[in-house]
């Protein structure tokens, strides 16, 4: 069962536009939750990391919400551009185990068109 | 950027046929990690690493086997390729200091 679950499953805006993904996760203990952007054909790279004391955390024009209380996280988007175009990952890590486990959601997959 | 390499970036071999997937990265980082994905699908821990000669399975169960001779080296062996073993193969490491993990660039393997 997977314990995070991401919406909407696919987006398509037009270059210049904002846009918001969500992330809702039921991962209990919570560590932090990170978003992550993998181009097709590449690996995951790292855009933001919070902890359950943090409520947002920007880099550049990208920009994460966390309410730990309700367990949903945003990643807003803001002037989208072409090289946005990517699969978009919330990963949740547990305290629970010395592995520091990883839940991965299956990505929004974000198109930005000219 | 990364310092984190995986070959071949992309591979097709027929049914039966042993591969090896490199991965090494040049942070030393102790811990290193692969993890199994498909398209549209999240990604499966197969196998992670503490350092060497250390190594465990992950929650997705996979026929491949690992090794850790030295740090920054973490290849992934298939004995026997079979077309279910089609998927992307992602390599990452991180240090015991942070909790980010850095990921390769991926290997596509497809099993006629």
Same mark, same amino acid.
Do not use: A, I, P, Y
């Given at each position: 069962k997977n314990q995070v679950e991401q919406s909407p499953q696919s987006l398509i805006i037009l270059e210049g536009k904002n846009c918001t993904l969500q992330c809702n996760y039921t991962v209990s203990p919570f560590s932090n939750l990170r978003w992550y952007k993998q181009d097709t054909g590449r690996g995951p790279v790292s855009l933001t990391i919070m902890t359950f004391s943090e409520n947002t955390k920007s880099n550049g024009r990208y920009t994460a919400t966390l309410d730990a209380d309700t367990k949903q996280s945003s990643l807003h988007i803001t002037a +989208?551009?072409? +090289? @946005? +175009?990517a699969s978009y990952i919330c990963v949740v890590s547990d305290r629970g185990s010395t592995l520091g486990r990883l839940y991965f959601g299956r990505g929004t997959q974000l198109t930005v068109w000219p | 950027e990364a310092d984190i390499y995986q070959t071949p970036r992309y591979l097709v071999i027929g049914t039966g046929k042993k591969i090896t997937l490199e991965c090494s990265q040049t942070?030393?980082? @102790?811990k290193m990690y692969w993890y199994q994905q498909d398209p549209g699908m999240e990604l499966h821990l197969i196998h992670y690493s503490y350092g060497v000669n250390s190594t465990e399975k992950g929650d997705l169960s996979s026929e491949s086997t690992v090794s850790r001779i030295r740090t920054e080296h973490f290849p992934l062996t298939l004995e026997s390729a079979r077309p279910s073993h089609t998927s992307q193969y992602l390599c990452a490491s991180r240090s015991g200091r942070q909790e980010t993990q850095y990921f390769g660039p991926g290997t596509r393997l497809l099993v006629l």
């Open positions: +989208s551009q072409l +090289s @946005d +175009s | 942070m030393g980082h @102790d």
